[in-house]
């Protein structure tokens, strides 16, 4: 796989932590729902999807004139 698929594991495990947290103090969904377990999960397949689609590298050789 090319890309970054370990920093699109991490940060999507995060970024699905963070908004199952949010969600949950914001009165959105229950403690105990379905959705607080999943959105972690979606958040690691977000991530690593992410990883290996996103313009990683230097880019072309653009020249500023």
Do not use: D, E
């Not at 932590?17 to 949950?24: Q, Y």
């Not at 999943?38 to 992410?50: E, N, R, T």
């Amino acid at each position: 796989m090319k890309g970054r698929p370990f920093m699109g594991f991490f940060f999507g495990l995060l970024f699905g932590l963070c908004l199952a947290v949010t969600l949950v103090l914001a009165g959105v969904v229950q403690l105990n729902s379905v959705v607080v377990s999943a959105l972690p999960v979606a958040g690691i397949v977000y991530g690593l999807f992410l990883a290996a689609v996103a313009p990683f590298g230097k880019g072309g050789s653009a020249q500023n004139g």
